[in-house]
């Protein structure tokens, strides 16, 4: 179970298959309308999903149909700010004070401004994204070559279970880079309910996202996926997943529609050293009915809601969020 998406997608598929392919050598022969009375409906595409989210010159090209539907689909954790503003430099900080300062929690205004313009380190690791033509590797150049061994995470080893692609990983080489990604899977966790996505951070619930370079825009951005492992249920769940499966108590209910969550950075400017758009994140709705579970969640994986972080662009790395500690917690970035 190397690696945390690539297992539910197996699973589903495996599990699906078989019905699959029993039910299409029974069905009927395909019927086909002539095309003066057939009624085409508009799909959505990944891309369509990005430039909805996209500056304006942007999300205008998009079919307005489609927009409108993938709109209904996102539940924002900061509030969507499409209007350019000068970000203002920040100051450096350590991994205490994304969520604390001198006078106690920061304020939420605070929060999401650091999700419209983050930190220098989070902008330029943007920017090298974007002047590399899209290129995983200026992500790659950015990592600290120390190889860091991944410990047992809750009992893993216990169950044989292999959470991260490999049992190693990196950081990167600026803190300040590192401090952030914890503050996203932190601000996750903490206005979720609010938008009804109660996750926990463990081995069975949220852990992981994925960071890749959009296609089209070469914009840097991650793709969280929470309810990694849901219990096996032989009604709700009848899949099992394996080992890393053994144990959990993520219940498989509504929530599992919110399972994806979306930071995009800044934008770059492609005629200056300027931004576009700034950041933006944001949970993506993918309940039945809904354009995101129709057109972008594969047939083969719909019960598990996925949306897959290759569809958006190309892959980097993953970066996991563990807790590796004993008694206590102590959650530490591993990227693999």
């Known amino acids: 179970m190397g690696n945390p998406s690539f ?9 699906l298959s078989f019905s699959l392919s029993a039910a299409s050598s029974s069905s009927k022969p395909f019927s086909f309308s002539s095309p003066s ?7 959505a595409t990944p891309s369509d999903l990005l430039s909805v989210l996209g500056p304006k010159h942007r ?9 409108r539907q993938l709109n209904s689909c996102f539940k924002f954790l900061v509030p ?6 000068k970000p203002v430099p920040q100051r450096p900080y350590g991994r205490r004070s994304l ?8 304020s939420r205004r605070e929060e999401d ?3 419209w313009w983050p930190p220098q380190p989070v902008l330029e690791l943007a920017r090298l994204a974007f002047d590399s033509g899209g290129d995983p590797a200026a992500i790659h150049a950015a990592l600290d070559p120390t190889i860091i061994p991944v410990p047992d995470v809750e009992g893993c080893k216990e169950n044989r279970c292999e959470l991260t692609r490999s049992p190693y990983g990196w950081r990167f080489i600026s803190e300040e880079l590192n401090s952030y990604l914890e503050f996203l899977f932190e601000l996750i966790a903490a206005r979720g309910p609010t938008l009804g996505l109660d996750v926990s951070l463990n081995r069975y619930d949220f852990f992981h996202g994925h960071l890749f370079i959009a296609a089209d825009t070469r914009q840097l951005g991650i793709l969280f996926h929470a309810k990694e492992y849901p219990a096996f249920d032989k009604e709700a769940f009848p899949y099992n997943m394996g080992f890393c499966q053994i144990g959990s108590n993520v219940t498989y209910d509504d929530s599992m529609n919110l399972r994806n969550t979306l930071w995009l950075a800044p ?9 576009e758009a700034p950041g933006v994140f944001v949970v993506l709705d993918a309940r039945p009915g809904g354009i995101i579970y129709r057109d972008i969640i594969p047939d083969y994986v719909k019960s598990a809601r996925t949306i897959y972080e290759d569809d958006l662009g190309e892959v980097a790395v993953d970066v996991n969020y563990l807790n590796v500690g004993d008694s206590k917690p102590n959650f530490q970035i591993f990227i693999c």
């Open 59 to 67: 999300s205008s090209t998009v079919n307005p149909l489609v927009a």
């Open 267 to 275: 934008l770059p400017s492609n005629s200056s050293k300027s931004w």
């Open 7 to 15: 297992s539910l997608r197996f699973t589903i598929f495996v599990s």
């Open 37 to 43: 009375t057939s009624i085409t409906t508009p799909k």
């Open 113 to 115: 401004e650091l999700i």
């Open 80 to 85: 969507f700010t499409p209007t350019l503003i």
């Open 99 to 106: 969520g604390f300062n001198g006078h106690g929690r920061r």
